[in-house]
Structures are given as C-alpha cells and as structure tokens.
C-alpha cells in the first residue's frame, strides 16, 4: 500500500505535537513538586530551634530518606535549590501550564477531535465542552 507523503507527515506532526505537550505536562508536574517540597523543607526548619545547623541536618536526613528510596535527584545540595526555588518565588502567583490550544501543532489534533460525534470522543475520554446557560 502507498501512503501519501501528506499523509504521513499530518500522522507524525501529531505524535510530535502530542510527545511535546506530554514533556511538558511533565515538566510543570516537576516544577510544582520542587516547589512543594521546598516549601514543606521550610516549614521543617521553621519548627527548629533557629539553628542554622538545623536546616543542614533536615537536608542531609531528608537526602539520605529520599535517595535510599527514590535514587538520584534527591542529594542534599539539590533539596537545598528546590529549598531556594520556594523562598525566590513564594510570592509569586500560581504557576500556570501554556493553554494547549496555543500550542503549535495542536490545532489539528483540535480539528480531529471536533469532527468526532459525542459518543466516539467519551469513548476516548476526550472531555466534552461545557454546554452554555
């Protein structure tokens, strides 16, 4: 069977466009949780004694905890940045994901999906839009 080349590059531009929007869902799921964690970092070391020495002793048991079960990514130096990345950006408001349709590349998988009845897009678990009152 011969494929058209249109074909297969509208195929491949949604893998692309999906694989992308995936990575960073991914990412601003790892940026809320290094948020959270130092957030809940600080709040530990609120509840010592004021010892500077304190906040090193969280890290370093904490480290030891979280690498023992999760490996990598958890050493002491790199909780003590997710610490710094709350105290820097606390203030701030919520961090907010790009909306999708804005994205490149997603306007067809859009198209794609508005052309399916309302049954085939539950079936997918595709969500419905909110009717208007």
């Known amino acids: 069977m011969k494929l058209t080349n249109t074909f297969v590059k509208d195929v491949r531009e949604l893998i692309v466009s999906a694989r992308a929007t995936v990575a960073r869902g991914v990412d601003l799921v790892q940026v809320h949780t ?17 010892r500077a020495a304190y906040g090193k002793e969280v890290l370093a048991a904490l480290a030891e905890r979280l690498t023992a079960e999760f490996g990598k990514g958890f050493s002491a130096s790199n909780l003590a940045n997710m610490r710094s990345f709350f105290l820097h950006y606390q203030d701030r408001g919520p961090i907010f994901q790009t909306a999708t349709g804005k994205l490149p590349g997603t306007k067809k998988l859009q198209s794609a999906t508005a052309k399916s009845s309302p049954a085939e897009r539950s079936q997918k678990g595709i969500d419905q839009p909110a009717k208007s009152r």
């Not at 130092?38 to 070391?45: F, S």
């Open 34 to 50: 290094n948020f959270e964690i130092g957030r809940r970092i600080v709040e530990q070391e609120q509840k010592g004694k004021g």
